[in-house]
């Protein structure tokens, strides 16, 4: 711009002669000329360098709008998210209370089940005559077992003192005590 100016002050001079009234005045009307075309250069520039950060500007307001939008929108997601964390949380929380109950109904049933085995248990022990089968009026649970075991070992042992018995009454041999 300067460099304009510089050079529109020397064509104007000139053409004219030095010293005249008329060409001080076209030095003078040029140089006004040259300083308003450097004053509209400038405030052009101006102008578009407050253009550039207009532009500047808006677009990160646009940025900023869209970042709201976009951070706005995360926020119903979130809250929708919630909602169904809260209600998968409910139902979960249903479904271990249901379980709690079948854990308990299935309790109470086990413990009916024993109720009625220790009933039939003691309808049949109530059966048995009298004896080491019985234990204060209930069958003990190995009975059957202890049962077999001390008649054989009844029977072992009567079979045992009658032959004892029957040794002492009879003079020995020597061939029966070998």
Do not use: C
């Amino acid at each position: 711009a300067r460099r304009r100016r510089a050079d529109a002050t020397s064509t104007s001079t000139s053409t004219m002669s030095p010293g005249s009234p008329s060409s001080e005045g076209a030095v003078w009307a040029s140089e006004a000329t040259a300083r308003l075309r450097d004053a509209l250069v400038d405030e052009i520039e101006n102008l578009r360098r407050a253009e550039g950060e207009y532009g500047a500007r808006r677009a990160e307001s646009e940025a900023s709008a869209f970042d709201a939008r976009e951070a706005e929108r995360e926020l119903r997601q979130a809250e929708v998210n919630g909602a169904a964390a809260e209600a998968s949380e409910t139902r979960a929380l249903e479904a271990l209370r249901v379980s709690h109950d079948l854990a308990a109904s299935a309790s109470a049933a086990v413990a009916d089940r024993e109720r009625a085995l220790r009933s039939t248990r003691d309808i049949w022990a109530s059966r048995l005559p009298p004896g080491p089968e019985r234990e204060g009026g209930r069958r003990a649970a190995t009975t059957t077992t202890k049962t077999k075991t001390w008649r054989r070992e009844s029977a072992v042992t009567g079979a045992a003192e009658e032959e004892k018995e029957e040794q002492e009454g009879a003079p020995s041999t020597s061939t029966e005590e070998a």
